[in-house]
């Protein structure tokens, strides 16, 4: 039951946001989100990577093995989506992110705190913020559908991503006043995302069927790719809980900030809609994670 309360004050305030945009999306159908995908893309996301990965307690030797996991992670969800996404006769590449790209971090951090306790923040931040760099790299490559060095030039997440490593590779202290502003920034644009979601909720048309499958591969999957990263790498105690439950989480808020950077309306929607289907989902299965988890990786 405890797992459940925790869950609901995680979840609610996420579905609650959304409902303040839907709100506001059917009282004025021509409401822009543009100045929100602007100010998300530009500033939002590059002080959230840095508070992320700098305020956290993570090490950048624990950065650096969760990339390694998080990138073999990654590509597990890819080939499994690739394939689900071929049988839907979906976008290959547009589509793809919303499946390999959980949302580890609004949701993903705090659970795994309520799990592990402050021994498991670190660790789970750690593979919060490597999923966020591959929102901004990755993420924008499928989403755009076009590999080019000035996607990488003139993105400020990747200027972030560069400068938070070298306050890990240094070992140096954030400033206090530097700390607070970023702290600020990172949740103003949580919410200004969740709310242009559900903005988007009131314009978008999408197949059910198509949501609930590609949610049901998102949350069931991705522990099972998890277990197998656990197993072949020895992974145990603290470690081997957090990545089997950060695995397990919904598709993450960023691939909608992305996909409506950079993909078409019709893509967008899909995306959106598997978004609200797969956090649904979560209320269920992440609840049986966790138990697993602290079982058997306590």
């Known amino acids: 039951m405890e797992i459940y309360i925790k869950i609901f004050e995680v979840i609610f305030p996420v579905f609650f946001v959304i409902g303040i945009g839907y709100y506001l999306g059917k009282k004025n159908p ?8 602007n100010f998300a893309g530009n500033i939002g996301t590059p002080a959230m990577i840095f508070y992320t990965v700098t305020t956290t307690g993570i090490t950048l030797s624990v950065f650096v093995h969760y990339f390694v996991y998080a990138i ?3 590509a597990g969800f890819a080939f499994i989506g690739l394939i ?3 049988l839907l006769k979906k976008d290959l590449s547009m589509e793809l992110p ?8 609004n949701m993903g951090v705090p659970i795994c705190l309520f799990a592990y306790g402050t021994q498991g923040l670190g660790v789970a931040s750690a593979v919060a913020s490597v999923i966020i760099l591959f929102h901004f790299t990755l993420g924008v490559f499928l989403a755009k559908k076009e590999f080019s060095f000035d996607i990488l030039v003139k993105s400020p997440p990747v200027y972030a991503i560069i400068i938070s490593v070298l306050f890990l590779y240094f070992e140096i202290k954030t400033p206090i006043f530097l700390e607070n502003t ?7 644009t949580i919410f200004l995302v969740l709310m242009s979601l559900g903005i988007a909720l009131t314009r978008f048309k ?3 069927k198509n949501s609930i499958i590609m949610s049901l591969c998102r949350v069931i999957i ?3 790719i998890a277990y197998i990263i656990i197993y072949n790498f020895n992974l145990s105690g603290l470690a081997a809980g957090v990545l089997l439950i950060q695995s397990a989480m919904p598709s993450a808020i960023l691939n909608y900030l992305v996909g409506s950077m950079y993909s078409p309306k019709k893509v967008v929607d899909s995306i959106a809609s598997t978004i609200v289907v797969s956090t649904l989902m979560s209320f269920i299965t992440i609840p049986l994670v966790v138990f697993l988890a602290l079982r058997y990786f306590s």
């Open 30 to 37: 021509k409401f822009d989100t543009n100045f929100i995908t």
């Open 72 to 74: 073999i992670m990654i």
């Open 84 to 86: 689900l996404l071929f």
């Open 98 to 105: 919303p499946l390999i790209l959980p949302n580890t971090g």
């Open 182 to 188: 970023t702290f600020l920034l990172t949740y103003a």
């Open 206 to 208: 999408f197949s059910l």
């Open 222 to 224: 991705g522990p099972v």
